[in-house]
């Protein structure tokens, strides 16, 4: 929903005109923009504070630029940018639809269907960002927005700007409660398979109304993200088990976005993917609904001052007649207007399949002259060829209206397969097919094989381009089977996790109605659990006051 600019609201940024709010969060104020030629963007103007830290437009226009590589029909493009304006803003696609949170909270949880729908475009949109080198740290119901043709992944990569900031202001980790992953939470290393997580969170969200950690302060959510199994139950058996794989804890388990599309499939988003009750409410976000408010706020003056009684209207006998003719002249003038308008609706032709210059061609011969275009990896074989456009062919649209182009980039690798290898042997293979930018973690994955590759992403034949991150997952040598201490005295329980070597152990006492008083009622991780010795195993005992 547009809402009206307020009067601290900058009127325009950059080369863009700003015509109402769309929103707002951690990072800065969202706008709905209009370019010279009419497009609608929507702008996201940093915050002051965060703008003023040393440092933060640096890594701003890094992860913009990493941003501009990401494509897909699920993810809204990034389009202008400027990191050393007197505020660092960026512009995307404007998407006509509300939020996933607007429309849950507006007219309730998606039908199955729509959940399965919605959870293949999110794999594919994350798939897209992951092969940019990108991880979103912030997927979130507010984050995804839901359009006639599918979802689509909004604010990716971006937060990373601002997390060398906001730790260092107030310890702070980026993302949202509830939505966050288990490593995210905890400060650690995140990697694609956080976004993994954070996917499994808002699929449950779209299908039940509600995270499945609950509701509850920051504190609270997070130590369940943490230690407590996720409440899948109300979950519908078609979606559960894939949004429990989404839910594992350990990273190294939890399914790729490769591995989730080739479960779900892929395939055309039907035209009425969305019910009923939520598809109405897209109508109110098409760009022929939107009005700027200055427009709304001049018919308001207008309206006041025709009456106003200081300002009594004159009596001209000649007038009505003048009035009549200008009417008549200015009706003729607008249906010329109307007939020679150039937005009149024309056919999108088919493009796919054509070099650049031909789709280019194609498409300015049908009148469409706006063509914002993007080289990715797609497997299709035909380098520099146009894989996907958006608006599908055949489709009815303005002229003015933009028409996005996919096409195949030449510089693609094959990611080959390093999972068994250590360190120094997965990277020298790696670098040897031309990818040098590769995070690694270590952790606890269950496997016997100290520092070996456990899990990589993406996966092992994805096709990306040499500059993208691939991201390794090993094993540590630190791990230790955590010991069954449910049931013991708090001394006894830390004396058993001290002798199998830990010695970060943090209690809580709650009322769970259990007569063993002072005894463990739950532990996390669960008994039996690989944990590296440096991490906290946490204890809940049962309190006396109960």
Request: net charge negative; charged share 15%; hydrophobic share 40%.
């Amino acid at each position: 929903m547009v809402l009206e600019l307020q009067p601290e609201d900058p009127r325009s940024v950059g080369p863009y005109s700003l015509l109402g709010r769309l929103g707002g969060g951690g990072m800065g104020q969202v706008y709905l923009g209009r370019s010279r030629g009419r497009r609608l963007v929507a702008v996201k103007v940093i915050r002051p504070e965060l703008a003023g830290e040393p440092g933060f437009r640096a890594r701003f226009a890094r992860e913009v630029a990493a941003a501009r590589n990401v494509g897909g029909l699920f993810t809204a493009l990034v389009v202008d940018d400027d990191a050393q304006g007197p505020v660092p803003w960026l512009a995307t696609a404007y998407v006509a639809g509300p939020s996933l949170a607007e429309a849950v909270a507006e007219r309730g949880p998606l039908p199955i269907g729509s959940v399965l729908t919605l959870a293949a475009g999110l794999a594919e949109g994350l798939k897209e960002i992951h092969a940019a080198g990108l991880v979103h740290r912030d997927l979130k119901p507010s984050n995804v927005l839901l359009a006639h043709d599918g979802p689509r992944v909004i604010d990716f990569g971006i937060s990373r700007a601002a997390e060398a900031t906001m730790l260092t202001q107030s310890g702070m980790v980026i993302g949202s409660p509830g939505f966050m992953s288990p490593e995210q939470a905890e400060g650690g290393v995140v990697g694609p398979p956080s976004d993994i997580f954070s996917l499994g969170t808002v699929l449950a969200f779209a299908a039940t109304g509600v995270g499945p950690f609950g509701t509850g302060s920051t504190a609270a959510l997070l130590f369940r993200i943490v230690h407590s199994e996720p409440d899948t139950t109300s979950l519908p058996g078609e979606i559960r088990p894939l949004v429990e794989r989404c839910l594992t804890k350990s990273p190294a388990l939890r399914p790729t976005s490769s591995d989730l599309l080739a479960e779900l499939g892929a395939g055309q988003v039907a035209a009425d993917w969305l019910p009923v009750p939520h598809a109405e409410e897209l109508s109110r976000y098409e760009p022929a609904t939107v009005t700027g408010p200055e427009v709304r706020q001049d018919q308001k003056d207008a309206a006041q001052n025709r009456h106003r009684p200081d300002n009594p209207p004159r009596r001209n006998r000649h007038r009505p007649l003048w009035g009549t003719a200008i009417a008549a002249v200015l009706a003729i003038a607008a249906a010329i207007a109307f007939l020679s308008w150039p937005t009149s609706l024309s056919s999108i032709p088919d493009v796919r399949g054509d070099s650049l210059t031909a789709a280019a061609s194609a498409l300015k011969s049908a009148g469409f002259h706006d063509i914002p275009y993007l080289y990715s990896c797609y497997g299709s074989g035909n380098s520099g060829g146009v894989v996907r456009q958006d608006p599908a062919a055949g489709t009815h649209m303005a002229r003015t209206s933009p028409v996005h182009l996919y096409l195949e980039a030449d510089n693609c690798h094959g990611v080959p397969n390093v999972i068994g290898m250590n360190l120094s042997d997965a990277a020298d293979k790696l670098k040897s097919s031309g990818y040098h930018n590769i995070p690694y973690l270590y952790s606890c994955y269950g496997s016997d094989n100290f520092s070996d590759v456990v899990q990589q992403s993406p996966a092992a034949g994805t096709r990306i381009v040499a500059t993208s991150a691939v991201h390794l997952y090993l094993q540590a040598d630190n791990c230790h089977a955590v010991p069954d201490v449910i049931g013991m005295k708090l001394s006894n329980a830390a004396a058993a996790l001290k002798q199998a070597g830990f010695t970060d152990i943090p209690y809580v006492y709650k009322c769970y109605g259990s007569t063993e008083i002072n005894a463990v009622v739950k532990q996390s991780p669960a008994a039996g659990t690989n944990h590296s010795h440096l991490q906290p195993v946490y204890l809940e005992l049962q309190a006396t006051n109960c």
